[in-house]
């Protein structure tokens, strides 16, 4: 069944390669609104998130003759794609906070921080607070469901740098959860 | 596995095994269940990946998004890239081979529709070639 869609996914995706564009249409379809969705969490903005998107599938349809499907997934490159276009949109608007080396919270228990009162928004802005590659590392593996190989690729590290980002991810928020519950 | 390395891989990947590497999760179950002690660390990951569940995001229609994407993609290729896109897909074969027969249909189509007079298509053939034709020789035909 895996086989399968991947076979169908790279049928598609040679289609594209030969500039048809009803297979467009449909990885466009089955691929838009997880990229906006990762845009948007790494962005905090909706519609600087469909800008974002927007130009990572112009790019796929530019460039798509130089992706191997063999050697990674469609969402994979995507997603690449879109963090790329993520870092330079804090690079241009100098939000590119680059406090990934930064010591990280002494870890502490986590008893009490976590009570009913931890909204929606509370959580985004904790999320937005962290550094980017933490962030992306976080949103990846977190709400995009991707594998740490396939979030090690999309970030450029090795899969041991990935997870030294998740964790310092996660103790930065229990840290911060902790702070603003007290 | 020992304890530190379950608290590293929950530090990471949280409490849900499904989102560990394949490599890790069966072990970790495994060492979770002859270690109950380990449950402390568990629950405490387990409520952080609750307060991120939380933190969703409203649904965005993307139609609009969506068109601007097409307009800015297929439909500014040039009319000739779309219709050899369309006369030579790269999985149908039956459009080529259609258009290469066309001519051939049409030709067969117009020479079965076309009602011939015969008496006078050979004078008519004669005169437009030029020949010069004499009564006589037209009388020897009509015999």
New interface residues.
Partial sequence: MIADAADQEA?LI??VQ????A???LL??QN??VI??YA??MLGN?TEA?DI??EV??RF??KSATFDPSRAKLSTWLHQIAHNLCMDFFRKHSRLTGLDELDEPASQ??ETE?GQQ???EH??SL?SELPERQRSA?IL???Q?L??RQAAAILDVS?DAL?SL??RA??T??HN?KEQSL | MNRTEFD??L????ADFG?W?IEHSTIAKLALESNPAWQVSLL?AR??????D?????D?H?GA??R???A????K?SFL??FL?WLI???VLWRPALVACLPVIIGLSIGLNIDIDERYTLEEELSLTGLVVETSTLEIFDE
Avoid at chain 1, 18 to 21: E, I, R, S, T, Y
Avoid at chain 2, 54 to 58: A, T
């Fill in positions: 049928a040679a289609r030969g500039g048809d564009g297979a467009f249409q466009l379809q838009l609104p906006h969705q948007n969490r909706p469909a998107a927007q599938f112009i349809w530019q228990p986590l976590l931890q909204d929606n959580m985004k999320i976080l593996c977190h709400y469901g594998s740490n899969v997870e998740l964790s996660r103790r928020l229990k959860l | 590293y891989l530090t990471c990947y949280g989102r590497p405490e409520r952080l990946d609750d307060a991120l939380k933190s969703s995001l409203e965005h993307l998004l969506k601007r994407i097409l800015e993609t297929i439909y290729q890239d779309r896109h897909p790269a999985e």
